[in-house]
């Protein structure tokens, strides 16, 4: 950790790939782990659990289960995420609007080395 950089550990957690993805996915409302596994492609299931665990533990989703046969678990965004994903959202823009860009400068680049 950068010295007196008291807040990249948590923007470590949630600018992580599963993270960003996690919090878009769940963003329109209560979503189970099985949408969030079909809307994310490539992530494995024990790292679907992993980041869902961590980022509730950080207090940004909130895991209700509810008393059927089978069970079912849904997720859903805290008001403080719900704030993150405002930020995630111009972010996203940003890098939508930038991504032929950034391929050309990597293509200069990579033909100069």
Same mark, same amino acid.
């Given at each position: 950790?950068l010295?007196?950089?008291t807040?990249?550990?948590l923007v470590d ?11 878009v996915?769940?963003a329109?409302g209560?979503?189970r782990f099985?949408e969030?596994?079909?809307?994310? #492609?490539?992530?494995? *299931?024990?790292?679907l659990t &992993?980041?869902?665990?961590?980022? %509730?533990r950080d207090?940004? $989703? ?5 008393p #059927?046969?089978?069970? *079912?678990?849904?997720y859903? &965004?805290t008001?403080?995420?719900? %704030?993150?994903?405002a930020? $995630?959202?111009?972010?996203i823009?940003?890098?939508e609007?930038?991504r032929?860009?950034?391929?050309q ?9």
């Amino acid at each position: 950790m950068l010295p007196g950089c008291t807040v990249q550990e948590l923007v470590d957690r949630v600018a992580g790939k599963w993270s960003v993805c996690i919090l878009v996915a769940a963003a329109d409302g209560p979503i189970r782990f099985t949408e969030l596994e079909r809307a994310i #492609t490539g992530i494995s *299931r024990r790292m679907l659990t &992993l980041t869902l665990r961590n980022l %509730e533990r950080d207090g940004m $989703l909130v895991r209700t289960v509810y008393p #059927t046969v089978p069970p *079912r678990v849904e997720y859903s &965004l805290t008001p403080m995420a719900q %704030e993150l994903h405002a930020a $995630l959202l111009t972010i996203i823009t940003w890098a939508e609007r930038h991504r032929a860009d950034v391929a050309q400068a990597r293509e200069r680049y990579d033909t100069r080395t």
